[in-house]
Protein backbone atom coordinates (compact mmCIF):
# COMPACT_ATOMS: atom_id res chain seq x y z
CA UNK A 1 0.00 0.00 0.00
CA UNK A 2 1.08 3.53 -0.95
CA UNK A 3 -0.13 6.67 0.76
CA UNK A 4 0.76 10.24 -0.34
CA UNK A 5 0.41 12.96 1.84
CA UNK A 6 1.79 16.80 2.53
CA UNK A 7 -0.75 18.45 -0.43
CA UNK A 8 -2.41 21.57 0.04
CA UNK A 9 -2.41 25.32 -1.23
CA UNK A 10 0.57 27.36 -1.94
CA UNK A 11 1.06 30.62 -2.98
CA UNK A 12 2.76 30.81 -6.85
CA UNK A 13 6.32 30.82 -6.10
CA UNK A 14 6.25 28.70 -2.88
CA UNK A 15 7.23 25.24 -1.58
CA UNK A 16 5.51 22.22 -0.67
CA UNK A 17 7.39 18.78 0.51
CA UNK A 18 4.88 15.51 -0.23
CA UNK A 19 5.33 12.12 1.27
CA UNK A 20 4.77 8.43 0.32
CA UNK A 21 4.46 6.05 2.77
CA UNK A 22 4.86 2.34 1.98
CA UNK A 23 3.68 -1.03 3.43
CA UNK A 24 3.07 -4.51 2.65
CA UNK A 25 6.32 -5.04 0.96
CA UNK A 26 10.23 -4.39 0.90
CA UNK A 27 10.51 -0.75 -0.09
CA UNK A 28 13.72 -0.82 -0.16
CA UNK A 29 14.06 -3.26 -3.44
CA UNK A 30 11.76 -1.47 -5.59
CA UNK A 31 12.02 2.12 -7.67
CA UNK A 32 9.78 4.44 -7.20
CA UNK A 33 7.96 7.01 -9.11
CA UNK A 34 5.73 10.88 -8.91
CA UNK A 35 2.96 10.92 -11.53
CA UNK A 36 0.72 13.45 -11.49
CA UNK A 37 -2.48 14.70 -12.83
CA UNK A 38 -3.50 18.25 -13.33
CA UNK A 39 -7.55 18.67 -12.94
CA UNK A 40 -9.15 17.03 -16.03
CA UNK A 41 -5.80 16.03 -17.92
CA UNK A 42 -4.11 12.71 -18.26
CA UNK A 43 -1.30 11.29 -16.52
CA UNK A 44 2.38 12.89 -16.62
CA UNK A 45 5.33 11.31 -15.52
CA UNK A 46 7.32 13.27 -13.13
CA UNK A 47 10.40 11.64 -11.84
CA UNK A 48 11.65 8.19 -11.12
CA UNK A 49 14.43 6.92 -7.72
CA UNK A 50 16.37 3.82 -7.84
CA UNK A 51 15.85 1.70 -5.07
CA UNK A 52 18.78 2.55 -3.45
CA UNK A 53 18.67 6.41 -4.37
CA UNK A 54 21.74 6.06 -6.86
CA UNK A 55 19.80 7.09 -9.82
CA UNK A 56 17.49 10.23 -10.29
CA UNK A 57 15.04 11.04 -13.21
CA UNK A 58 13.18 13.89 -14.40
CA UNK A 59 10.47 15.29 -16.47
CA UNK A 60 11.87 18.44 -18.49
CA UNK A 61 9.19 20.30 -17.04
CA UNK A 62 10.30 19.87 -13.24
CA UNK A 63 13.93 19.38 -13.68
CA UNK A 64 15.21 22.19 -11.77
CA UNK A 65 12.53 22.92 -9.14
CA UNK A 66 11.54 19.06 -7.77
CA UNK A 67 13.78 17.00 -5.70
CA UNK A 68 13.19 13.38 -5.17
CA UNK A 69 14.27 11.45 -2.32
CA UNK A 70 13.54 8.30 -0.19
CA UNK A 71 14.55 6.96 3.24
CA UNK A 72 14.21 3.01 2.32
CA UNK A 73 14.63 3.48 6.95
CA UNK A 74 11.33 4.99 6.86
CA UNK A 75 9.93 2.62 4.29
CA UNK A 76 9.28 6.48 2.37
CA UNK A 77 9.47 8.69 -0.58
CA UNK A 78 9.70 12.16 -1.26
CA UNK A 79 8.84 15.52 -3.62
CA UNK A 80 10.54 18.26 -2.43
CA UNK A 81 8.57 21.08 -4.85
CA UNK A 82 10.27 24.34 -5.61
CA UNK A 83 9.41 27.08 -7.23
CA UNK A 84 6.00 26.29 -7.78
CA UNK A 85 3.51 27.64 -10.78
CA UNK A 86 -0.01 27.27 -11.32
CA UNK A 87 0.75 24.45 -13.90
CA UNK A 88 2.07 22.30 -10.99
CA UNK A 89 -1.72 22.42 -9.76
CA UNK A 90 -2.73 18.65 -10.27
CA UNK A 91 -3.33 15.24 -7.84
CA UNK A 92 0.50 14.14 -7.70
CA UNK A 93 0.44 9.96 -6.98
CA UNK A 94 3.29 7.90 -6.18
CA UNK A 95 3.89 4.40 -7.46
CA UNK A 96 5.83 1.45 -7.54
CA UNK A 97 7.58 -0.14 -10.29
CA UNK A 98 7.43 -3.25 -10.71
CA UNK A 99 10.94 -4.17 -11.22
CA UNK A 100 14.61 -2.28 -11.26
CA UNK A 101 14.41 -1.75 -14.70
CA UNK A 102 13.52 1.42 -16.81
CA UNK A 103 10.76 0.19 -18.64
CA UNK A 104 9.21 -1.77 -15.89
CA UNK A 105 5.14 -1.45 -15.50
CA UNK A 106 3.89 0.99 -12.01
CA UNK A 107 1.87 -2.13 -10.53
CA UNK A 108 1.04 -0.28 -7.16
CA UNK A 109 0.16 3.57 -6.92
CA UNK A 110 -1.49 5.37 -3.94
CA UNK A 111 -4.68 7.32 -4.10
CA UNK A 112 -2.65 10.55 -4.69
CA UNK A 113 -2.49 14.26 -2.82
CA UNK A 114 -3.73 17.26 -4.13
CA UNK A 115 -1.43 20.39 -4.70
CA UNK A 116 -2.95 23.73 -5.91
CA UNK A 117 -1.19 26.79 -6.61
CA UNK A 118 -2.74 30.03 -5.99
CA UNK A 119 -2.54 33.14 -5.01
CA UNK B 1 10.12 13.73 -27.56
CA UNK B 2 8.27 10.34 -27.74
CA UNK B 3 4.58 10.80 -28.25
CA UNK B 4 1.85 8.20 -27.67
CA UNK B 5 -1.02 8.56 -29.96
CA UNK B 6 -4.86 7.65 -28.21
CA UNK B 7 -8.44 8.17 -29.51
CA UNK B 8 -10.02 10.65 -27.17
CA UNK B 9 -12.85 8.00 -26.73
CA UNK B 10 -14.02 4.59 -27.94
CA UNK B 11 -17.80 3.92 -27.46
CA UNK B 12 -19.08 0.20 -27.28
CA UNK B 13 -22.54 -1.58 -26.50
CA UNK B 14 -22.48 -4.01 -23.91
CA UNK B 15 -21.36 -7.39 -24.44
CA UNK B 16 -19.04 -6.76 -27.32
CA UNK B 17 -15.76 -5.49 -27.92
CA UNK B 18 -13.22 -2.70 -27.54
CA UNK B 19 -10.24 -1.75 -29.03
CA UNK B 20 -8.55 1.31 -27.68
CA UNK B 21 -5.10 2.35 -29.70
CA UNK B 22 -1.94 3.61 -28.74
CA UNK B 23 0.57 4.55 -31.94
CA UNK B 24 4.03 5.47 -32.37
CA UNK B 25 7.29 5.25 -34.70
CA UNK B 26 8.14 2.15 -33.82
CA UNK B 27 5.99 0.61 -30.68
CA UNK B 28 6.49 -2.88 -31.37
CA UNK B 29 9.53 -2.39 -30.00
CA UNK B 30 9.08 -1.32 -26.61
CA UNK B 31 7.11 -2.48 -23.44
CA UNK B 32 3.95 -0.99 -23.12
CA UNK B 33 1.44 -0.86 -20.49
CA UNK B 34 -1.89 0.11 -19.74
CA UNK B 35 -3.80 1.38 -16.87
CA UNK B 36 -7.54 2.05 -15.80
CA UNK B 37 -8.74 5.24 -14.35
CA UNK B 38 -11.92 4.89 -13.18
CA UNK B 39 -13.92 8.52 -11.93
CA UNK B 40 -12.18 9.83 -8.45
CA UNK B 41 -10.16 6.80 -8.07
CA UNK B 42 -6.36 6.42 -9.00
CA UNK B 43 -4.72 4.64 -12.07
CA UNK B 44 -4.60 0.87 -11.54
CA UNK B 45 -2.75 -1.25 -14.34
CA UNK B 46 -4.49 -3.60 -16.09
CA UNK B 47 -2.05 -4.96 -19.02
CA UNK B 48 1.77 -4.36 -18.69
CA UNK B 49 4.48 -5.73 -21.12
CA UNK B 50 2.17 -5.62 -24.28
CA UNK B 51 -0.05 -9.01 -23.45
CA UNK B 52 0.54 -10.13 -19.46
CA UNK B 53 -2.50 -9.78 -17.20
CA UNK B 54 -2.03 -8.73 -13.45
CA UNK B 55 -3.22 -11.33 -11.03
CA UNK B 56 -6.65 -10.22 -11.01
CA UNK B 57 -7.44 -8.57 -13.76
CA UNK B 58 -10.19 -10.47 -15.91
CA UNK B 59 -9.14 -12.81 -19.10
CA UNK B 60 -11.80 -10.38 -21.33
CA UNK B 61 -8.73 -7.54 -20.73
CA UNK B 62 -5.92 -8.32 -23.48
CA UNK B 63 -3.26 -6.47 -25.07
CA UNK B 64 -0.71 -6.86 -28.81
CA UNK B 65 1.60 -4.48 -29.47
CA UNK B 66 3.18 -4.66 -33.17
CA UNK B 67 4.83 -2.16 -36.06
CA UNK B 68 3.60 1.35 -34.73
CA UNK B 69 0.58 0.53 -32.52
CA UNK B 70 -0.24 -0.86 -29.40
CA UNK B 71 -4.17 -2.36 -28.75
CA UNK B 72 -5.67 -2.84 -25.51
CA UNK B 73 -8.96 -5.15 -26.32
CA UNK B 74 -11.84 -5.73 -24.15
CA UNK B 75 -13.58 -8.52 -24.50
CA UNK B 76 -17.73 -8.53 -23.34
CA UNK B 77 -17.28 -5.36 -21.78
CA UNK B 78 -19.73 -4.55 -18.92
CA UNK B 79 -20.25 -1.40 -17.60
CA UNK B 80 -18.09 -1.43 -14.76
CA UNK B 81 -15.42 -1.35 -17.60
CA UNK B 82 -16.72 2.45 -18.13
CA UNK B 83 -12.96 4.19 -17.53
CA UNK B 84 -10.29 5.94 -18.64
CA UNK B 85 -7.56 4.31 -20.23
CA UNK B 86 -3.65 5.10 -20.74
CA UNK B 87 -1.11 3.48 -22.69
CA UNK B 88 2.26 4.11 -20.77
CA UNK B 89 6.05 3.02 -22.30
CA UNK B 90 9.75 4.27 -21.40
CA UNK B 91 11.16 6.20 -24.05
CA UNK B 92 15.03 4.90 -24.00
CA UNK B 93 16.43 7.86 -25.90
CA UNK B 94 15.46 10.42 -23.52
CA UNK B 95 15.21 8.16 -20.37
CA UNK B 96 11.27 9.45 -19.63
CA UNK B 97 8.66 7.32 -18.61
CA UNK B 98 5.75 8.89 -21.97
CA UNK B 99 1.90 8.07 -20.98
CA UNK B 100 -0.57 8.35 -23.81
CA UNK B 101 -3.27 11.00 -23.81
CA UNK B 102 -5.77 8.75 -22.56
CA UNK B 103 -9.31 7.36 -23.71
CA UNK B 104 -12.71 7.35 -22.40
CA UNK B 105 -14.70 4.16 -22.88
CA UNK B 106 -18.20 4.79 -22.76
CA UNK B 107 -20.58 1.48 -22.61
CA UNK B 108 -23.60 2.69 -24.02
Known amino acids: QLVESGGGLVKPGGSLRLSCAAS????????MNWVRQSPGKGLEWVSS????????YYADSVRGPFTISRDNAKNSLYLQMNSLRAEDTAVYYC??????????????WGQGTMVTVSS | SYVLSQPPSVSVAPGKTARISCGAN??????VHWCQQKPGQAPMVVIYYDSDRPSGIPERFSGSNSGNTATLTISRVEAGDEADYYCQVWDSSSDHVVFGGGTKLTVL
Open chain 1, 24 to 31: GFTFSSYS
Open chain 1, 49 to 56: ISSNGDSI
Open chain 1, 95 to 108: ARQVGTIRSDAFDI
Open chain 2, 26 to 31: NIGNKS
